[in-house]
Every structure is written in C-alpha cells, then in structure tokens.
C-alpha cells in the first residue's frame, strides 16, 4: 500500500486561497483516480473534488467554482487549488486514489472570518 502526504494547509483569511499537494513519496504510485477530502471537527469525512482518467471532473456543490482538482501528467500527485476561501471550508484536507491507499495525516485548513 502507499502513504500519501498532503501539504500545503495554513492559517488563512477568509477569501483567501490555498494550494493543497498530494504526492506519495518514494513511490511509483500512478493512480486511476484522486479524489480531495475533508473532514471538520465533529463532521464526517466528505468528498470535496474527484478527477479520473475517464471521467468527468467532480466538485461539492460548496466548492464548485472556487476549488480546482488537476493532476501531473503521470497521475502520480494531485494538487487542490481553493480560492474564496470561506469559515466554511475550515477542516484538515486528505487525498486518495483509487485504487485507494490507508488515508494520511492530512493538512490542516483554517480559514478566519
């Protein structure tokens, strides 16, 4: 199995922007799909953005238009480009493919209004 690390989270103002990376490191890891998670205290876990080789690209009704999912070439990491940030968006940030991999420790997003 892969570990993936996800960098990138801070302490930002609300409209702000962050840019989350996923990689994992040391490995040759190339996935099918990646797919960008949160999860706020006392909340479950939810699914913030999708990408897959072949499919259409997936966002949460609350992020659409201000979040970005992409991949490098060899779908080996993901990055997550979040504009507009909102009080809102507050959570630590996960990634994972599929196939799907152990999650991570994940980063930290903390938006301040």
């Known amino acids: 199995q892969v570990q993936f690390v996800e960098s990138g989270g801070g302490l930002v103002q609300a409209g702000g922007s962050l840019r989350l990376s996923c990689v994992a490191p040391?490995?040759?890891?190339?996935?099918?799909?990646w797919g960008w998670y949160r999860q706020a205290p006392g909340k479950q876990r939810e699914r913030v953005a999708f990408?897959?080789?072949?499919?259409?690209?997936l966002y949460a009704e609350s992020v659409k238009g201000r979040f970005t999912i992409s991949t490098d070439s060899a779908w080996k990491t993901v990055d997550l480009q979040m504009d507009n940030l909102k009080f809102e968006d507050t959570a630590v940030y996960y990634c994972?493919?599929?196939?799907?991999?152990?999650w991570g420790q994940g980063t930290q997003v903390t938006v301040s209004s």
């Open positions: 040391g490995s040759s890891f190339s996935a099918n799909a």
């Open positions: 994972n493919a599929i196939p799907p991999s152990p």
């Open positions: 990408i897959g080789r072949t499919g259409p690209v």
